[in-house]
């Protein structure tokens, strides 16, 4: 198997949890955040770190942006991500290996493409990934995905993050689908799964009150 080399823009909850279950695959995983409370935790715990996020990028082939997009007053603040992805970019723009940039942050569609995301470079490609994990059982629900979705107007960095998930379901033995489709697709698959939950729990606190 491929010696895959990733690195998690954003090590909260999510950034966290996908970041430990591909270490624990036999990838190699480099962690960065800019909350230092959050890197001094993960190095306690034995993973790598890294407090500049140009060496984390440069270091490694796959970067996951995981940062917050806390939803105000109805609508994803997608500052951060912007943020992020600006100084990703910044940093692209002197490697000479291709790299793909999986953004798992929670966004709107359309965002992808205001952010000036949806054209592939010479040696970059941006794909958004949204993850589907619960708060209570991040770990296990990625480790046990029933389903990737990849959204790219960039063919070549959705294969190239497709191929990275082939050998991620080979390790953990799974069995989920991978979905490659467009940027817009894909908020949308992530919104509906999102409002489908919200329906569900709203339906079933009903019934309790019965």
């Known amino acids: 198997m491929e010696q895959y080399q990733v690195s998690i823009i954003g090590s909260g909850l999510i950034g966290s949890a996908i970041g430990k279950v591909f270490a624990g695959q036999g990838y190699k995983v480099i962690f960065h955040d800019i909350d230092e409370s959050k890197l001094s935790l993960l190095s306690s715990q034995g993973y790598k770190i890294c407090r500049g996020m140009e060496e984390?990028?440069?270091?490694t082939g796959f970067s996951f942006i995981c940062v917050p997009t806390p939803n105000t007053e109805g609508r994803f603040n997608s500052d951060h991500l912007g943020e992020a992805c600006s100084q990703v970019v910044k940093i692209l723009d002197s490697k000479d290996n291709y790299h793909v940039v999986a953004i798992k942050s929670t966004v709107l569609p359309g965002v992808i493409e205001s952010l000036g995301l949806n054209l592939g470079k010479r040696n970059y490609g941006f794909c958004l990934n949204p993850e589907f994990l619960r708060?209570?059982?991040?770990?296990?629900?990625?480790?046990?995905?029933?389903?990737?979705?990849?959204?790219?107007?960039?063919?070549?960095?959705?294969?190239?993050?497709?191929?990275?998930?082939?050998?991620?379901?080979?390790?953990?033995?799974?069995k989920f689908e991978i979905v490659i489709t467009d940027p817009k697709t894909a908020a949308m698959i992530k919104y509906?799964?999102?409002?489908?939950?919200?329906?569900?729990?709203?339906?079933?606190n009903e019934l309790y009150e019965v």
């Open 135 to 174: 708060s209570e059982a991040p770990e296990d629900d990625f480790r046990n995905s029933k389903f990737i979705v990849i959204g790219s107007f960039d063919k070549r960095a959705s294969l190239t993050l497709k191929a990275f998930y082939e050998d991620f379901r080979e390790r953990v033995g799974g």
């Open 56 to 59: 984390a990028v440069l270091s």
């Open 192 to 204: 509906a799964c999102n409002s489908l939950l919200a329906t569900k729990i709203s339906f079933f």
